[in-house]
């Protein structure tokens, strides 16, 4: 199985909306409504931050979201912070009852 | 609120096995989780190396498949994970994870294994 495809970057001034792609195929991100998205600071493990494309866990800030078209998935961080500033990473469940990781995104806040 | 905890050796000689343990706390292993291993090498991304549940119930990565054997002891409230074969490329920091509903919701805090001679 092929990592999603992730930008290896993307960058924002503080207060700006940026988005985070995460492609794949219809064995993964197209096949079920199970992306998740986790937020993953140095040194630190990762945190969960999306479930089933667009669900926020208790706790995690309205400002993040997600979203699904075809095999493509989002994350979207609307009023970004500097505690933002972290790697992002998506998975998906697949057909072959596995999980695939994408290949990360740093988001840097200017 | 549950907790996870890997321990194992931090350097495995090439070609030898690497053995990992997860130590379960503040819920049953035999919950409706299944029970995951995720790597990470130094400066790369995240790759998922399998799951099992505690009916003994296993899947994994295809492209490690051959090498990895996870595996429950429902006693110890622990899973296992044991990598043959090893060669550099799997130096990483490796974590245990536990999975509900097509996500992983917790993780442990990682270990770092080397492989080196």
């Known amino acids: 199985q092929s990592a999603l495809t992730q930008p290896a970057s993307v960058s924002g001034s503080p207060g700006q909306s940026i988005t985070i792609s995460c492609t794949g195929t219809?064995?993964?991100?197209?096949?079920?409504?199970?992306v998740s998205w986790y937020q993953q600071h140095p040194g630190k493990a990762p945190k969960l931050m999306i479930y089933d494309v667009t669900d926020r866990p208790s706790g995690v800030s309205h400002r993040f979201s997600g979203s699904k078209s075809g095999n493509t998935a989002s994350l979207t961080i609307s009023g970004l912070q500097a505690e933002d500033e972290a790697d992002y990473y998506c998975t998906s469940y697949t057909t072959s009852n596995t999980y695939v990781f994408g290949t990360g995104t740093e988001v840097t806040v200017l | 609120q549950l907790q996870l905890q890997e321990s194992g050796p931090g350097l495995v000689k090439p070609s030898g096995t690497l053995s990992l343990t997860c130590t379960v706390s503040g819920d049953s292993i035999s919950s409706i989780n299944w029970w995951n291993w995720v790597r990470q090498p130094p400066g790369k991304g995240l790759e998922w190396i399998g799951e099992i549940h505690h009916s003994g119930s296993t899947n994994h990565n295809p492209s490690l498949k051959s090498r990895v054997t996870i595996s429950v002891d429902k006693s110890k409230n622990q899973f296992s994970l044991k990598l043959s074969s090893v060669t550099a490329a799997d130096t990483a920091v490796y974590y245990c994870a536990s999975t509900s509903y097509y996500r992983v919701d917790y993780w442990g805090q990682g270990t770092r294994v080397t492989v080196s001679s």
């Open positions: 219809s064995s993964d991100v197209g096949a079920y409504n199970y």
